[in-house]
């Protein structure tokens, strides 16, 4: 049951970049698969990308095809802290991000929103055209 906490996000220009954490207290999230989702104004919350729990066969990664060869997710498994690297932002990247983690884990989750039971209180990005 970690408890996520997301920030870096803000208000950038169309070709931008920006730079998502999320952390968690007392819970190492090396154990977790993690995902990042967004919910863009007017619009379903939706996936953006995975990563998979560190360990064997762990670190694969899952990307939205509308944000491939543009973001990066990531661990930093010293700082306890999942990355999502947004480079060349567009304006329909605009709106609140999440990260989240599953119920359990050491387990493999599919890079789902219904698979994802823990949200962190979100970060808004605003690209302007």
């Known amino acids: 049951q970690p408890q996520l906490v997301e920030s870096g996000g803000g208000l950038v220009q169309a070709g931008g970049s920006l730079r998502l954490s999320c952390t968690a207290s007392g819970t190492t999230l090396d154990n977790y698969d993690i995902g990042w989702f967004r919910k863009a104004p007017g619009k379903e919350r939706e996936g953006v990308s995975c990563?998979?729990?560190?360990?064997?066969?762990?670190?694969?990664?899952e990307y939205a095809e509308s944000v491939k060869g543009r973001f990066t997710i990531s661990r930093d498994s010293a700082k306890n802290t999942v990355w999502l690297q947004m480079n060349s932002l567009k304006p329909e990247d605009t709106g609140v991000y999440y990260c989240?983690?599953?119920?359990?884990?050491?387990?493999?989750?599919?890079?789902?929103?219904?698979?994802?039971?823990?949200w962190g209180q979100g970060t808004q990005v605003i690209v302007s055209s």
């Open positions: 990563i998979s729990r560190s360990g064997r066969s762990g670190g694969r990664t």
């Open positions: 989240a983690a599953p119920p359990l884990p050491g387990l493999p989750y599919p890079c789902n929103i219904g698979a994802f039971s823990s």
